[in-house]
């Protein structure tokens, strides 16, 4: 990408943040004016809960249910998990068969009667009574577009599910919960979508610095070579393709045999750095680095935010810098059209 479509697009942001902040106060007036039905919505992994929170802002009481730092994949519900699902008007979750016991759970517990919306467009269709799940990667991702891979292999039918490593799917993500917030709560339509308009112009100054950042990066090192399989979008997204995995489909460790592949692979490709996460501590890839004489970076991350809770940084958007960071540096490439990105939460009391 060139930097005159990035000059572009910045100005563009500008105009837009102009229009939305000259439209702000009456806004905020009528939602403030009708406070709503006073609804408990649900979300799943902490990237999921942000994006609901960048458009719900505090006009709903929103619950995590999957603390962070816990595995998403394989995260049981726990007892104040259900109590809370059965008190919520909404769950937005990933889907693609990421939260299965959660899923699970929330058919049985929550309100009813519990609907599950097939599309976008239903979605607004349906009536505010009852419950509601929504499955915003599979609203989002057509079949047709699923990726598969090591850790998620086609044979056995669960599509890759870190949707929302694209950051234009994270946007379409933030229109779903705009929509279907406004449809159960028209009293807050207009703040809701407030909300939404200033995270959507922060997600695409963040495709557009993420695509420079990696672009940046030298040709023969644009290689990804992850412990968890979690940048399928992301890498489609940015041209950087990931060139293996290593946690096993049943979330274990790697054979010695896979082992040995993937250092034979580290040489051939002559990979500088491979990444592991904080979430998956592998000493597995430390090992399969200094065998093959590359650099091991463990701080990538896919389902917990940078920073403690509170911090400024503590968002989706910082989680992506974050990560876009950490592998542009490590992979010799250039990470300063990251620096203007603003990680804050963007919605407003
Ligand atoms: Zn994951």
Redesign the pocket.
Known sequence: MGTGKVGTGAAAVAALALAVGACAPSGRASGAGGRGPGLTVAATVAPVVDIVRQVVGDRVRLVGLIPEGVD??TFEPSPETVKALAHSDVLFMDGLHLEGSTLQQARANMPTPVATPPSTATTLERSAKGSEIIQMGDLTVRPAEYAYDFTFPRAKGDPNP?VWMDPLYAKSWSEIVRDAMSRRDPANAPYYRDNQARFAAVLDRLDGAIAESINSIPQEQKKLLTY?D?FAYFSRRYGIPVIGAVQPTDFSEPSPREIQDLIAQVRVNHVRAIFGSEVFPSTVLNQVAQAAGARYVDKLR??ELPASPGAPGHTYVGLMVSDVQIMTRALGGDPSPLDPVPTASTWRP
């Open positions: 998403s994949h870190h968890h979690s896919d389902d």
